[in-house]
């Protein structure tokens, strides 16, 4: 097999089926990687396994019928251990760790899942996936955590093409909020969520980081710290938030996670 295992919806819970989970675990995996609800494993078996046979992730000879490699990739994925969640518009991607140097990456990209094993520092892959569709307007810009409240963040959802540019041209505004404005805008006025995910009954949200790509930063978005119906919007150089979330995501993994 590849290195990279890639399986559709239906052929993931046909997987599922071949490897004995009962019927709610593997409902509730189902669930935890965005099936539709109508998706029942024990109905998606057969068709499947044609194209399961086609791609060589078969095995006669083993007691399930699964190749060794993707045996151990889904018994992997079942075990009740945190994973961290990277969130974009069209794609979803789960960290899952083996250990703190080792872990199992799966991306959720129209209706495949991809998985693929990695040694690396998980920093690595998240600078990878890290995608700044902008650049600096503004050299050796002052990083000033700006302040702004939920109306006001919620407006610039709704704002036109020509405000924006006005906002950026405003001499008198600051440069770090001007390169804010035009990054947001940049990105399609998509916010990156990074979630830290305990698998109970359901995902349960551990814990959540928010950012927007930018031109020379990261723009990371402080909703836990909003008083007053303030948002906190600090500026920070990719590698210093790298690093903080390898922090978060090294302390996470040490949490215990109980399964109920």
């Not at 993931?12 to 709610?24: I, K, P, Q, T």
């Not at 029942?40 to 057969?46: A, D, H, I, L």
């Not at 086609?54 to 994973?83: C, N, V, W």
């Not at 990209?109 to 998240?126: A, M, Q, V, W, Y």
Request: with cysteine.
């Amino acid at each position: 097999m590849n290195s990279t295992i890639t399986l559709t919806h239906e052929e993931l819970a046909a997987v599922l089926s071949l490897s004995g989970y009962e019927r709610d675990i593997a409902n509730k995996m189902l669930d935890w990687y965005i099936f539709p609800s109508q998706l029942q494993p024990e109905n998606s078996v057969y068709e499947p396994v044609k194209t399961l046979a086609a791609k060589g992730y078969l095995d006669s000879g083993r007691p399930t019928g699964l190749a060794d490699r993707l045996e151990q990739m889904i018994h992997f994925l079942g075990q009740f251990k945190p994973a961290v969640r990277w969130l974009e518009k069209d794609r979803i991607r789960f960290i899952h760790p083996f250990s703190q140097k080792s872990f199992m990456v799966q991306e959720i990209c129209n209706g495949k899942h991809f998985f693929s094993f990695h040694g690396e520092k998980i920093t690595e892959t998240l600078n990878v996936w890290y995608r700044s569709q902008t650049y600096a307007l503004f050299k050796d810009m002052e990083f000033l955590t700006l302040e702004l409240t939920q109306d006001t963040f919620e407006e610039l959802y709704q704002m036109t093409g020509a405000l924006t540019q006005e906002l950026i041209a405003e001499k008198s505004a600051p440069p770090a909020f001007r390169q804010f404005i035009y990054d947001f805008n940049q990105n399609k006025k998509e916010i990156y969520t990074l979630s830290f995910l305990n698998k109970r009954n359901k995902l349960e949200v551990d814990q959540s980081i928010s950012f927007i790509p930018g031109g020379d930063c990261v723009w990371y978005i402080d909703f836990k710290k909003a008083e007053n119906d303030q948002i906190f919007i600090t500026p920070l150089k990719l590698n210093d938030f790298l690093s903080m979330i390898e922090l978060d995501i090294q302390a996470f993994m040490v949490t215990p996670s109980i399964a109920n």
